[in-house]
């Protein structure tokens, strides 16, 4: 099974760019790359899914290099508001879901 | 806009009770999904369903059951709460198996 991990937490600043960093060495060739995006007591809420190269849509990039052993979140110019816990997710084909463990963003002002 | 409601948002039982967490979704989506999630250890997938009365088992089924009579519905059961079942418990749907899962806002349940 193909697993996630990505940085316990992270610390900016408003305005910054943040970049956050997930590993899946074992990603199959079908498997898409999906960030999920919580806040305290809400369920988790899509952000963005690629499968290479580079992805944007108005929230956020996605950089996913040639080998896909690892993808890049960009969220430009944070607001506090984003603070939040961000999941890499590994999606199969088969239904079944690896959720990473999670990178705890604190944006300061 | 998609979307996913569970029955309750907070719920206290004793060990030992039977315990029903329902969710609803209004798309019409093939797959619905139950999670647990613990603090440190993310989410964890109980069981999915992917029609109606059909049923398979995620990464941690013990304890629980689920039943999908109808398609827009999809019920968590516990047949013998235990107090390691306390958790926080998320219901989500999806279109398809790569598809974006929609969330309900979780039922924070707590076994006495």
């Known amino acids: 099974l193909a697993k996630t991990t990505q940085p316990i937490s992270m610390d900016s600043y408003e305005g910054q760019e943040v970049n956050i960093t997930c590993s899946h060495n074992?990603?199959?060739?079908?498997?898409?790359i999906t960030w999920y995006q919580q806040f305290p007591s809400q369920g988790p809420r899509f952000i963005i899914q690629?499968?290479?190269t580079k992805v944007t849509n108005e929230v956020a990039s996605l950089f996913i290099p040639a080998d896909r052993k690892s993808s890049t979140l960009s969220l430009p110019r944070v607001s506090l508001s984003d603070t939040a816990v961000y999941y890499c997710?590994?999606?199969?084909?088969?239904?079944?879901?690896?959720f990473g463990s999670g990178t705890r963003l604190l944006v300061r002002p | 806009d998609v979307k996913v409601t569970q029955s309750s948002r907070y719920l206290v039982k004793r060990t030992g009770e039977k315990v029903f967490l329902e969710c609803v979704q209004d798309m019409d989506h093939e797959n619905m999904f139950w999670y647990r999630q613990d603090p440190g250890l993310g989410l964890r997938l109980i069981y999915f369903?992917?029609?109606?009365?059909?049923?398979e088992k995620g990464d941690i089924p013990e304890g629980y059951s689920v039943s999908r009579e109808k398609k827009e519905r999809f019920s968590l059961i516990l047949e013998s709460a235990s107090t390691n079942q306390t958790s926080m418990y998320l219901c989500?749907?999806?279109?398809?198996?790569?598809?974006?899962?929609?969330f309900g806002p979780g039922t924070r349940l707590l076994v006495l």
């Open positions: 989500a749907s999806s279109s398809g198996p790569q598809e974006t899962q929609y």
């Open positions: 074992n990603i199959a060739t079908n498997d898409y």
């Open positions: 369903s992917y029609d109606v009365k059909m049923k």
């Open positions: 690629g499968y290479k």
């Open positions: 997710l590994v999606d199969r084909s088969s239904y079944k879901l690896i």
